[in-house]
C-alpha cells in the first residue's frame, strides 16, 4: 500500500516526535495518535551474536487508519540534549548495518497495534567496544487538519532508539562544573562529560534546602550523556512549586548512574557539588 506515491503538496514541514513512552497507548504522538514501544533499548551484545527485538506500534485513532514506512537511520544527542538522526551506516558507531526487520509497512486500522520484528546479528569482529546505536523509525504523512491549510502534509516520525554495548566497557560521567545561570531564571548548568565508550544514564534529585537546612522540595533530574560526550545540562529549579522568590536556597545533588557496565551493571555515584542560588 503506498497511500502517498500520488502526493502533491505545495509545502511540506516536517515534525519529528520521540516518544520515551512508558506504555503503548498510553504516550502516543499528540500530533497524529500513534505511539511506539519500547522507546529505548539497552543491550549487550557480543561478535557473532544474533538478538531479536520486538517493537509495537499503535494506532489510538478511533477512526483514521494510519500506513506508516518503517527504515533504519544513525542517531545521536547535540549539546542540548536534542536527538540528531542522519542516514544509516553514516556514524562511526552505527550498528545500522547489523539490522534486519519486517515489515517494511505497518497499516494500523484504528484501535488496532502491530509488532516490528527487529533481527540483530553483531559482525564476528567488532573494531569498538561500548556502545553501537541505531534508530527504527516509523515514517508517515498526514494532511495539515487546519482549515487554511489546504495542500499542505505533514511529516510524522516515530523513533525507537537503540544502545547496542559490546564488553569491557566504561560509562565514566564526571560533573565538571556547576553554576547558577545569570541569563536564566533559577536554572543551575551543570557541564557533564562522559569519557567512557558506553553512554550514562544519569538519575537522582536536586535537593532544595532553606538556609536552615530544611528539606524544602525535590526537582527530579534524568538526562543521558552518550559516550565520549561533553555536554551541558540545564537543571530547571522553578519546576519546583515551593520555592519563595527572593529567597536564598542551598541545592544538593543526590545523582547516580544506572547504567555502568564496569560495575555489572550496578548504579554508581556521580559526585555533584552544592550550589546556592536566589530563587526568582
Avoid: C
Amino acid at each position: 500500500m503506498t497511500p502517498f506515491s500520488n502526493l502533491k503538496s505545495s509545502a511540506l514541514k516536517l515534525s519529528l516526535s520521540v516518544l520515551m513512552a512508558s506504555t503503548l497507548l498510553s504516550a502516543p504522538s499528540h500530533a497524529f495518535g500513534v505511539g511506539v514501544q519500547p522507546a529505548t533499548v539497552e543491550m549487550t551484545i557480543k561478535p557473532g551474536e544474533n538478538n531479536r527485538q520486538t517493537i509495537t506500534i499503535g494506532n489510538v485513532h478511533k477512526e483514521k487508519t494510519i500506513s506508516m514506512t518503517i527504515s533504519l537511520a544513525d542517531w545521536t544527542l547535540d549539546d542540548n540534549g536534542q536527538l540528531i538522526l542522519s542516514p544509516p551506516g553514516e556514524t562511526r558507531r552505527s550498528a545500522a548495518d547489523w539490522v534486519r526487520f519486517s515489515p517494511a509497512v505497518v497499516t494500523l486500522k484504528p484501535e488496532t497495534k502491530q509488532e516490528v520484528t527487529v533481527e540483530i546479528t553483531a559482525p564476528f569482529k567488532i573494531k569498538d567496544n561500548g556502545d553501537h546505536r541505531f534508530a527504527l523509525l516509523a515514517t508517515t504523512r498526514l494532511p495539515d487538519d487546519r482549515g487554511d491549510a489546504s495542500g499542505v502534509w505533514n511529516k510524522y516520525q516515530l523513533a525507537s532508539l537503540f544502545y547496542l554495548t559490546t564488553l569491557p566497557s566504561k560509562s565514566l560521567p564526571v560533573i565538571q562544573t556547576q553554576v547558577v545561570s545569570n541569563a536564566e531564571q533559577n536554572i543551575v548548568k551543570m557541564k557533564i562529560e562522559n569519557d567512557g565508550d558506553a553512554h550514562a544514564r544519569i538519575k537522582g534529585n536536586a535537593i532544595i534546602k532553606s538556609q536552615s537546612g530544611e528539606t524544602v522540595d525535590k526537582v527530579p533530574f534524568n538526562t543521558v550523556i552518550l559516550n565520549d560526550q561533553n555536554r551541558t545540562v540545564d537543571v530547571n529549579l522553578s519546576n519546583s512549586t515551593k520555592i519563595v522568590s527572593g529567597e536564598t536556597y542551598k541545592v544538593d545533588f543526590d545523582l547516580k548512574n544506572s547504567f555502568a557496565p564496569q560495575n555489572k551493571f550496578k548504579t554508581t555515584d556521580v559526585p555533584a557539588k552544592s550550589v546556592i542560588f536566589t530563587a526568582k
